[in-house]
C-alpha cells in the first residue's frame, strides 16, 4: 500500500482532490441500481432497528435517561475524567492523555517504538481513525492489521470506512469476492459469503495469534471502576487482547460514563439502535492487565473541548457511535459514506466535523434535508437536524458561504422584504416561465430542470385573484 | 374569529389554487378569513440556506402584515414551522404574538375548530406524503421513529371525505427530498429520493398524491410530469375543499 495514496483520500481538503458532499453524491448515485441497493441494504437496518425498540415498551424513556447521564457527565467531564484516571492507575492500568490526533499517534508509537513491537492487531475504532493512525504508523514503518471483517476488507482495498458501524457497507459481496481474490488467494469469483468469511477467520486467525500489541477502541469507560467496556460482534477486540501483551485502549474524552449501573442503560441503547440487536454478541468489560500484560488507556481530545465551548453543538458529544442517524438519513443511504468526505460519515458527522475544520467542511451541513429523522432514532436524543441547521448559520456568518449563493440570498431577501418589488419580480417570473421556456428549462443553467419539469405558471397569482374576486 | 391567510410566495406565485381552496374551506367552516395584501415571504428560504441573518426584512414585513388577527392560517406546514420557530422582531412581543397562533391549515382545523365532520367528496385513490417539516416539527401525525401511539390530522380530515381511499406509501414517512434549496444544491440526492417516493406510490396504483406541503409535492409533480405520469399532485385543502360527485353503484 502507497502510504501517500491513502493520504491523499483522507486529508485532502475540499477544492484539492476531495469532491464536495453534494458533487461526490452526484457521482455515487450514477450507478442507480447500487445506490438503490445501498438504499435498501441500510433501510433494512433501520427496519431491524424499529422492530427491536417495539419490544422495548420504556424505549423513549431509556432515550431520556441515557441523554440526562449524557448531559450531566458532559457538564461535570472534568471531574469525571480525572476520578477515572485515578482509578484507572490503581488498577495498574497506564494512562496517557492526547491534546490531538498528533499527540495520540505519537503515544502509540512510541508504546510500540519502546516495546519493539512488529505485529500488530486492531479491533473497531472510530478515533484511530479520526486520527488517521493506520496511515501514520505506515508512515513510520510499522503494520497494522485491522480485525474488524468489515474493516480488513476496506483496509485490504486502501479504503476508509463508509460506514462507523458497517465500514464495508458500500461494498457488494461480489467486491469482497475480487478484493479477497487479490489479496488473500481466494477463488475468482466465488462470492459465496461463507466461502469468504472462512477465508478471513483463517486469515485473521494467523495474525491474532502473532499478534504482540493489540489496539482497540473504547466504547464506555466508567469513572468510578477505572474499567472500560468494548462491544463487539465478531469478538475481534477479545481475540486481540487476549493474546498479546500490550493492550491500548483509545478512547474520546466524552466516552466516560459515571457509574457501572448507567451501563445498563447504554448497552440496551446502543445493539438496538445500530443493527437491532438487543446487545452486541460481545460486550467483553477490562479493568485491569492480566499478569505480565501492559494496559494503556489514551483518552483524547482533539478538538472536543473546543466543541464542549459551543453551546449550540456541545451536546453532539454525547453520541455513543450506534450509527442509527445513518441507516435513517435518506441522504446519506443514496450517497455513500465516503461522500462526506471524513471518518465520521453521516448526519452527526456532518455536525461533528466543522468543529475540527469548519472550510474543509463546509459543505456537510448542507448535505441534509432537515427531515429530522435522525434526531429521532438517536438513542441519546442529540437534536441532529437543528445543530445542523445551526451550522449553516455559523459556516456563512463565517464567511464560508459560496460567493453565488450569497448574491442570490442576498437578493432574494431584498425582493422578499419589500411586497411591490416582490409582485414585479413574481409577474416577471411567471411570464419568463410562460413565455420564454428556455431560460428555465436548460438542463446546465437550472439544476431543478435536470429531472424535474418547472411548474406550470398561472397568469395570474394568488393576490391577483383575491382583489379581483373579493374585494 | 377572525382568521390572516398566509399564502407562501411559491404558492402565490404558481398554485393560486391551493390558496383559493384554503380560504374557501376556512370560510365553508366559519371562519372570518383576511388575506393581508402585503405579504410576501416568511423567510424559510434564506434561514435554511444558511442566511437567517438576512431575514430582518422579511420578519418585519410579516410582523407589519399579521399583527392583529386572532389565528394566521397557512397551507404550508414548513413554512409555519419556520415562523413559529425563528420569527423575531424589533418588539419580541408582537413576534411571540404570532408565533404562538399560527397554524398549519390540518391542525387548526382539528385542534382549534375541531370540526366533527367536513362535507366533502373526492372519489380517487390517494396517496398521502407525509411531509416532515409538518409532521417531525408540528407534530401533524406520529412519527415512525418513536415508540409512540400512531395517529395523524391530516389522515384524520381525509377520512371525512366521501369516495376517497387513502394509502401509504412503504416508508410511510421517508422524505421527498425537496428540502428548500437542497433541491438544487444537491440536485442529484433530491432527485433520487423523490423519484423513489413517487415510485412507492406508484406502486399502490394511486391515481394522486398529497400532503400538507406544497413544496414537497411541487418537487414530486416535477417528476411525475418529466416521467409522463398520469399520477398528479393535489395539495389536501384542494381535497377538503372538492364536492366532485361520487357515483354509487348498485
Ligand atoms: S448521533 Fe445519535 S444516532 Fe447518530 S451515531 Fe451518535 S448516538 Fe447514534
Redesign the interface.
Known amino acids: 500500500m502507497d502510504p501517500r495514496n491513502f493520504n491523499k483520500f483522507y486529508f485532502a481538503p475540499i477544492g484539492a482532490t476531495t469532491m464536495s458532499?453534494?458533487k461526490a453524491?452526484?457521482v455515487f448515485?450514477q450507478d442507480?441500481p447500487r445506490?438503490d441497493w445501498h438504499?435498501e441494504t441500510l433501510?433494512f437496518v433501520r427496519e431491524k432497528r424499529?422492530k427491536a425498540?417495539?419490544q422495548?415498551?420504556e424505549?423513549?424513556q431509556l432515550r431520556e435517561l441515557a441523554s440526562g447521564i449524557k448531559d450531566h457527565t458532559l457538564s461535570n467531564l472534568d471531574n469525571y475524567l480525572s476520578a477515572f484516571e485515578k482509578n484507572a492507575l490503581a488498577n495498574g492500568v497506564k494512562v496517557h492523555w492526547a491534546a490531538d490526533a498528533a499527540e495520540h499517534n505519537d503515544i502509540i508509537l512510541q508504546i510500540i517504538r519502546e516495546n519493539n513491537v512488529l505485529r500488530i492487531v486492531k479491533s473497531k475504532s472510530m478515533l484511530t481513525e479520526e486520527c488517521h493512525l493506520n496511515p501514520f504508523l505506515i508512515e513510520h514503518g510499522v503494520e497494522v492489521v485491522d480485525t474488524d471483517l468489515g474493516e480488513r476488507i476496506v483496509q485490504f482495498r486502501n479504503e476508509p470506512p463508509s460506514h462507523i458501524v458497517l465500514p464495508a457497507i458500500h461494498l457488494k459481496k461480489q467486491d469482497v469476492s475480487q478484493t479477497f481474490h487479490e489479496h488473500l488467494g481466494t477463488e475468482a469469483g466465488n462470492n459465496d459469503p461463507q466461502y469468504l468469511a472462512e477465508a478471513a477467520r483463517i486469515h485473521l486467525r494467523d495474525k491474532f495469534i502473532q499478534s504482540q500489541l493489540a489496539i482497540t477502541g473504547v466504547n464506555f469507560a466508567v469513572a468510578e471502576t477505572g474499567g472500560f467496556v468494548v462491544c463487539t460482534n465478531e469478538g475481534n477486540a477479545d481475540m486481540g487482547t487476549h493474546a498479546a501483551d500490550i493492550h491500548i485502549a483509545c478512547m474520546g474524552i466524552e466516552k466516560i460514563i459515571p457509574r457501572a449501573e448507567h451501563l445498563s442503560v447504554f448497552l440496551r441503547l446502543l445493539a438496538r439502535s445500530a443493527t437491532g440487536q438487543p446487545i452486541t454478541t460481545y460486550s467483553s468489560h477490562f479493568n485491569r492487565p492480566r499478569v505480565g500484560q501492559q494496559m494503556h488507556i489514551v483518552i483524547v481530545d482533539n478538538g472536543r473541548t473546543k466543541q464542549l465551548g459551543r453551546p449550540d453543538f456541545r451536546n453532539s458529544l454525547k453520541c455513543i457511535r450506534c450509527a442509527a442517524c445513518f441507516n435513517?438519513c435518506?441522504?446519506y443511504r443514496?450517497?455513500g459514506g465516503h461522500s462526506y468526505h471524513t471518518a465520521v460519515a453521516g448526519p452527526i458527522g456532518s455536525i461533528l466535523n466543522p468543529n475540527l475544520d469548519m472550510k474543509a467542511n463546509a459543505d456537510l451541513?448542507?448535505?441534509?434535508?432537515?427531515?429530522?429523522?435522525c434526531?429521532?432514532?438517536c438513542p441519546v436524543k442529540i437534536d441532529i437536524h437543528v445543530q445542523l441547521?445551526k451550522w449553516?448559520?455559523v459556516?456563512?456568518?463565517e464567511g464560508y458561504?459560496p460567493t453565488g449563493?450569497?448574491i442570490a440570498?442576498?437578493g432574494?431577501?431584498?425582493?422578499?422584504?419589500?411586497?411591490s418589488i416582490?409582485r414585479i419580480a413574481?409577474k416577471m417570473?411567471?411570464w419568463v416561465l410562460r413565455s420564454l421556456p428556455f431560460i428555465t428549462n436548460n438542463k446546465t443553467l437550472?439544476?431543478?430542470y435536470?429531472?424535474?419539469?418547472?411548474?406550470?405558471?398561472?397568469k395570474?397569482?394568488?393576490?391577483?385573484?383575491?382583489?379581483k374576486n373579493?374585494r | 374569529m377572525k382568521v390572516g391567510l398566509f399564502i407562501p410566495c411559491y404558492i402565490d406565485q404558481f398554485y393560486p389554487q391551493v390558496a383559493i381552496a384554503t380560504m374557501e374551506l376556512l370560510e365553508k367552516l366559519c371562519c372570518e378569513v383576511v388575506f393581508p395584501l402585503n405579504q410576501t415571504c416568511c423567510g424559510q428560504p434564506m434561514a435554511n440556506s444558511g442566511f437567517a441573518n438576512l431575514d430582518k426584512g422579511c420578519d418585519k414585513n410579516f410582523v407589519n402584515n399579521f399583527s392583529g388577527v386572532d389565528y394566521i392560517v397557512s397551507p404550508s406546514g414548513s413554512c409555519v414551522l419556520h415562523v413559529k420557530e425563528h420569527l423575531h422582531d424589533e418588539d419580541e412581543s408582537k413576534s411571540l404574538q404570532i408565533r404562538s397562533h399560527i397554524y398549519e391549515l390540518t391542525e387548526f382545523i382539528v385542534d382549534v375548530l375541531a370540526v366533527p365532520n367536513i362535507t366533502a367528496a373526492f372519489p380517487h385513490r390517494v396517496g398521502m406524503h407525509v411531509s416532515c417539516h409538518g409532521q417531525r416539527g408540528l407534530h401533524l401525525s406520529s412519527m415512525s421513529e418513536l415508540v409512540a401511539p400512531t395517529f395523524s390530522k391530516p389522515a384524520q380530515l381525509l377520512g371525512m371525505v366521501t369516495g376517497l381511499v387513502l394509502t401509504q406509501p412503504k416508508r410511510v414517512d421517508e422524505c421527498c427530498g425537496f428540502g428548500g434549496t437542497f433541491c438544487v444544491f444537491e440536485e442529484a440526492v433530491s432527485a433520487k429520493m423523490g423519484k423513489d417516493r413517487v415510485s412507492e406510490h406508484e406502486a399502490n396504483n394511486v391515481e394522486y398524491i398529497t400532503g400538507v406541503d406544497v413544496s414537497c409535492l411541487m418537487h414530486m409533480e416535477g417528476i411525475l410530469k418529466r416521467q409522463g405520469s398520469k399520477i398528479k399532485t393535489i395539495h389536501i385543502a384542494e381535497i377538503l375543499n372538492s364536492m366532485e360527485a361520487v357515483t354509487v353503484s348498485n
Open positions: 458532499h453534494s453524491a452526484g448515485i442507480e445506490t438504499d433501510w424499529d425498540v417495539r422495548v415498551p424505549w423513549e435513517t435518506p441522504v443514496r450517497s451541513p448542507f448535505a441534509s434535508t432537515l427531515c429530522g429523522s434526531s429521532n432514532v441547521w449553516r448559520q459556516l456563512t456568518n458561504a449563493k450569497k440570498m442576498g432574494m431577501a431584498f425582493v422578499l422584504a419589500h411586497p416582490y413574481g417570473g411567471r437550472n439544476p431543478w435536470k429531472q424535474r419539469e418547472m411548474p406550470t405558471p398561472p395570474q397569482s394568488f393576490r391577483d385573484w383575491y382583489i373579493k
